[in-house]
């Protein structure tokens, strides 16, 4: 049996398009929506959630594509949008009662939150992203040598078909590879956890690479209209980011603060799934979001 968040309920909630989510809802009080990255589930939120839900009613979904959610098929370049995905939680947040509610997401959940600031700012209150840039900046940013710790980007922005086979022959090497590089502390995901991502990951190749394909294409488009037509995030945001910047020569804060003016930009020193690794950390800069 799948591994899941002690105490947490878990229900399907259809989200539009014939698309229902997986999610996991516990406690009570103001909402925030915590959304997972790659190649993870919402699983990876097990700790920080538990321990939210003391305060808040704490909303974790699998994002469409991914986890137990369900995996439409890519008929065009929107199916896996940042757009349509951010479409996703607002409309899973209001079938649970929320028109307004917090908004964090890690990795790939980030993306999707980062959008969803943009095109939703009325319902989105407070927003967190954990370890990423903004679409169009991660491209602009990932250039020469530097860019090959980002060689799954390419790979997967391919058209249909190569990618795909490719992952398939051997899918635990592939998703296997990101869950040991990125950790900081590999305890961090015990084998349990560890074991679910994995099945979750075999399950859904076509959807995941759906999703990294249209962040080479539709998202990036997305993105510089909105850089262009100035749009900014009206609400507080958190980014909480390893130091890549460092190696890679970008100023991540820089980056980020052209979106956010309400920004608080935090190094960590723990390893990419700062959620599993440093839980506490990552909660205590959540609560002090959401009193901003």
Known sequence: MAPVIPGFGYQRVPVGD???LNVAVAGSGSPIVLLHGFPQTHLMWRHVAADLAAGHTVICPDLRGYGASDKPAESGPGTYSKRTMAADVIALARALGHERFALAGHDRGALVAFRAGLDHPEAITHLACLDVLPTVDMWEVLRGAGAAVG?????????PGLP??????????????FLDLWAGDRGAIPADVRAAYL?????????????YR????????????????????????TVLQQDWGAALGYDAAALWRAWAPDLRHVTVTCGHFMAEEAPADIAGALRELLTR
Not at 151 to 159: E, G, I, R
Not at 202 to 211: M, N
Not at 220 to 236: F, Q, V
């Open 18 to 20: 014939g698309v229902s």
């Open 164 to 177: 795909e086979q490719m992952i398939a022959a051997a899918p635990d090497v592939f998703f296997g590879h």
């Open 214 to 237: 249209a962040s080479a294409g539709i998202d990036i488009e997305h993105d510089l209209a909105d850089r262009e037509a100035g749009a900014r995030l009206r609400m507080p945001v």
């Open 151 to 159: 060689f799954h980007l390419y790979l997967m922005a391919q058209p």
């Open 199 to 211: 099945s979750a990951c075999r399950e859904a190749i076509p959807s995941i690479v759906a999703d």
